[in-house]
């Protein structure tokens, strides 16, 4: 099965001469064009009621104690100069830098903007702010408990039963997966214990939901590909990691599961000849039925020795996969999907067989 899915992906090669290639793409857009910090990443996105919502860290370079978090707000089709509404000052005047920020708009409650502080990726620690206007105005800064990270880069999942499912990981013993559920909107929260060993590592992880209340996980890997676990449970239980038949070049990756079933994945399909190309240096989207065959969608950044890495997807109440990603550390990159013009293989006019 591994042959064919990788026959299906690596029919696009030829297309990667030039960038954003592959059906259904409705725009392509930076978030901003100048802004008052040289170097940004880590970006991601939330629909709210009353429009889009992106956020992303920014400063002198990842790391540095002056990185804070940004915030830019879609009115009428355009997007707002960025605002820094969250940095890692503290309260003996020490400022950390600030990491990889999570929007999650709770369903008739706040808009929540989880991130991180710390000097490094195995000392952070978890903070949330909370807006009810839309992302305009923010709550003061709140830390997490104790042991409690929040989603670590991409978005949280509210299940039917009303728990909130926190895809997060660890860095301090090793790369190691864990799932922080919620039952009251994030006033408490609960962890499980590490999901891996911490060999091979696997970190920031994304949640799948599959029909029957199964759920999947795709995360990060440092083993070559794109790492897979799954839970009949409600989240509480997960099998052991499997590679998926995608590469995983040791960068972020997000996916969502659409209304129609499908499942979209975006990440860097780059395997051998990654010293020549760079390992970020090409960012594709995939779509499946079941979370095991993948086919190759659309390419949408190619430049060797560049970097575009670090999306974050979500889909739209109007059926549209909106994408951000960081492009070259410079800017943040917005792409809008239409799914209904991607076909997979096994579709007939546009629906699955019965």
């Not at 005047?93 to 710390?118: D, I, M």
């Not at 890997?221 to 897979?228: A, K, P, V």
């Not at 560049?306 to 410079?330: C, M, N």
Request: glycine content about 10%; overall charge positive; some cysteine.
């Amino acid at each position: 099965m591994q042959s064919n899915v990788f026959l299906l992906l690596m029919c696009l090669l030829p297309a990667w001469l030039s960038a954003q290639t592959g059906p259904g793409i409705v725009k392509s857009e930076f978030i901003y064009e100048t802004a008052p910090f040289p170097s940004c990443h880590a970006s991601t996105i939330a629909e709210t009621p009353t429009g889009l919502v992106t956020s992303w860290f920014g400063g002198t370079h990842e790391k540095h104690p002056d990185v804070g978090i940004w915030v830019s707000r879609q009115e009428k089709g355009v997007w707002t100069p960025p605002v820094e509404v969250a940095n890692g000052v503290q309260a003996d005047g020490k400022r950390h830098p600030c990491w990889n920020p999570v929007l999650f708009q709770f369903p008739k409650g706040p808009l929540v903007l989880y991130y991180k502080v710390g000097p490094s990726p195995s000392t952070w620690w978890g903070m949330e702010i909370r807006s009810t206007d839309g992302g305009k105005t923010w709550s003061a800064p709140k830390r997490l408990p104790d042991g409690i990270l929040g989603p670590i880069k991409n978005k949280p999942e509210l299940l039917a039963s009303g728990k909130l499912l926190s895809p997060t990981s660890t860095e301090h013993d090793g790369w190691r997966l864990h799932v922080e559920s919620s039952t009251d909107k994030g006033k408490t929260w609960q962890a499980t214990p590490p999901l891996n060993s911490g060999k091979p590592g696997a970190i920031q992880p994304s949640i799948l939901i599959h029909p029957g209340g199964k759920l999947q996980m795709v995360c990060r890997g440092t083993g070559g590909y794109i790492l897979s676990t799954w839970s009949t449970d409600g989240g509480t239980t997960w099998s052991p990691l499997e590679n998926t038949p995608l590469p995983n070049p040791n960068s972020g990756i997000d996916a969502v599961t659409l209304k129609d079933g499908r499942h979209v994945l975006i990440y860097n399909h780059i395997s051998d000849g990654a010293e020549k190309w760079g390992r970020r240096s090409v960012l594709n989207a995939a779509f499946s039925k079941d979370g095991k065959v993948w086919e190759a969608a659309n390419v949408l950044e190619n430049e060797p020795k560049a970097e575009f890495s670090y999306p974050a997807v979500i889909q739209t109440k109007d059926g549209l996969v909106h994408i951000t990603y960081t492009w070259k550390r410079e800017r943040i990159k917005h792409v809008v999907l239409d799914p209904s013009k991607v076909m997979l293989t096994a579709m007939k006019d546009g629906k699955w067989p019965e």
